[in-house]
């Protein structure tokens, strides 16, 4: 089958690689040249043409098509434009998200744990791949951290042959993938939580959004959610329910002297047990969902407790970067209020030691709330260093860090503006004394995490020695 992709965004791209590696014949069109498009981007559309996708880009008529025999188009296509017009005058078959959907759900022969909701994604996936790995399974993961696109970190583990090498799959599924993955089955779905995010995406609705989270419960054999999710889950629909201290739980859990312990009573499964844990924050209550969904599956104890035991945590995610003239330096990706505030109740001010955060641009790709964000920061650190680069689009947005700074105006923290994390660096060693303690939060940690962490530590290192 002739098949054309219309728009080269992050819908077609992976719509049109996986169209391609079903055996049709592929042609994908943007408006855009090559050249003008991201440089992450320009790889992908080069591997694309490499493996037998047919690149128009730069074309102005996206009607100039022959012989085809089904079209894709891409959701930030206007309903209105002249292609959509082109497929009813000429009733050439459209292409949908679920029949993408089901080309997915072929490829992928194996137990699939989809994991999903607003914040604790990426932990909980690795956290369960973790355990999996520990109990003798090959686990293929994908996750945020090999790439910013999930719907294209997975069809590249498709085409690249990883889930024939895997006995099971644990997939980070944020919003946007869940939508091209919605006939995929799952033998498990997780969900983390539900927070008012992302809502510009979703014409400001709350309910929308909810809805596209959701989706998950469609196609799973079993839910997995934590006990946060309640208010928006229909009680016909078995739920296994996850929590942290003594709140009423399926599966419950406690962090005490160095130890996770965690009860459980899981469909015919009943018992109790506790291992070693180092981490801190978030992973713990994710290491609860992890441990919920091994329970579910079957594995046994022995394997749970090895595998939390062994877990250390994942790279941006409350990571300790060193100390630096006696100041003990921290990177984390939080960027949305909840998960800031999770993130900042780890580090706490005390009269002998102030805060002082460095946060890259928290926009990434979609606008977010700057001044409700600076506001919370104020309640929390002494110093603020608010840099206005985005770390995902490499666009300088001096206003974005002016707006978190006056969300602040009330409190009597020190503010700062910069233009990159070099300069945040070396700043916050200039207005911190020993003792000290400086926190990155902001999306960058994860969506330019090598790039950012280089850059802060040039500027921490610099400023240790401008400033000793």
Known sequence: ?????????????????????????VQITDQKKLEEFPERVQNTLKKMEEEGVNLQLGWDDPTNIDDVDAVYISPNIPKYSKIRHYLVDNELKLLINQDIAKILEKSINMDVIGVTGTLGKTSTTHIISEIFQNAGYKVWTC???????????????????????????????????????????????????????????????????????????????????????????????????YCTG???????????????????????????????????????????????????????????????????????????????????????????????????????????????????????????????????LGEHAQVIIASGYNETTGVLDMESANQVLEGAKDSDCLKIAVEDMIKAGELSIKHSKPGDVILHIGPGAITNYEDLKSKMIMGLESGCNKYP
């Open 1 to 25: 089958m002739k098949c054309v992709v219309i728009g080269a965004g992050n819908a077609g791209r992976p719509a049109a690689r996986i169209l391609n590696y079903a055996g049709h014949k």
């Open 246 to 376: 003594q709140e009423s739980s399926d599966v419950s859990g406690e962090l005490l002297d160095g130890k996770i312990r965690i009860k459980y009573k899981v469909k015919s499964r009943e018992g109790e047990f506790e291992t070693e844990f180092n981490l801190r924050g978030y992973y713990f209550e994710n290491s609860i969902a992890a441990a919920a969904v091994a329970i579910t599956y079957g594995l046994k104890e022995d394997a749970i407790k090895d595998g939390l035991s062994k877990f250390n945590g994942i790279p941006g995610h409350l990571e300790y970067i060193g100390n630096y003239s006696d100041r003990e330096v921290h990177f984390d990706a939080a960027f949305v209020p909840e998960g800031i505030l999770s993130t900042l109740k780890e580090f706490p001010a005390t009269s002998e030691s102030n805060l002082v955060l460095l946060i890259d641009n928290p926009d990434s790709t979609n606008p977010r709330d700057k001044f409700q964000i600076g506001k919370i």
């Open 143 to 241: 996750s945020s951290q090999r790439g910013n696109l999930l719907s294209e970190v997975i069809v590249d583990g498709i085409i690249n042959g990883d889930h024939l090498k895997s006995d099971i799959a644990v997939l980070e599924l944020p919003h946007g993938t869940i939508r091209l993955f919605s006939e995929l089955k799952l033998k498990i779905g997780v969900i983390t939580n539900i927070y008012s995010d992302h809502l510009s995406e979703f014409e400001e609705s709350l309910q929308k959004y909810v809805e596209r989270k959701l989706m998950i419960t469609n196609s799973c054999e079993t839910l997995i959610s934590s006990n946060q999710c309640h208010e928006h889950l229909d009680s016909s629909f078995k739920t296994i329910f």
